[in-house]
């Protein structure tokens, strides 16, 4: 069974930043590692992906404010996320697909509030 465990959210400024993680737990090889957000009233987006070369993409809203990295030796995916806004407040999720199974994380609160 795999498990996605996230970490890092939490209550920033406006203009602020977060750092958030996300391990997958097992030995497996993932192409895309993905984040996704989900705002109160709001249906769940895309925010970013990486395939395990490395090649990213960013959903307009966020780009040249996010960066997506990973790990793979560690499984681990991040979401760099900087001059945070009003409107990025949500629950970040990762998320893989193995075999043609979604896997979500539990989910991470990022609240931007003065």
């Known amino acids: 069974q795999v498990q996605l465990v996230e970490s890092g959210g939490g209550l920033v400024q406006p203009g602020g930043s977060l750092r958030l993680s996300c391990t997958a737990s097992?030995?497996?090889?993932?192409?895309?590692m993905n984040w996704y957000r989900q705002a109160p009233g709001k249906q769940r987006e895309l925010v970013a992906t990486?395939?395990?070369?490395?090649?990213?993409n960013y959903a307009d809203s966020v780009k040249g404010r996010f960066t997506i990295s990973r790990d793979n030796a560690k499984n681990t995916v991040y979401l760099e996320m900087n001059s945070l806004k009003f409107e990025d407040t949500a629950v970040y999720y990762c998320?893989?697909?193995?075999?043609?199974?979604?896997?979500w994380g539990q989910g991470t609160q990022v609240t931007v509030s003065s």
């Open positions: 998320n893989i697909i193995l075999f043609g199974t979604p896997y």
């Open positions: 097992g030995s497996i090889f993932i192409n895309l």
């Open positions: 990486i395939t395990r070369g490395g090649s990213t």
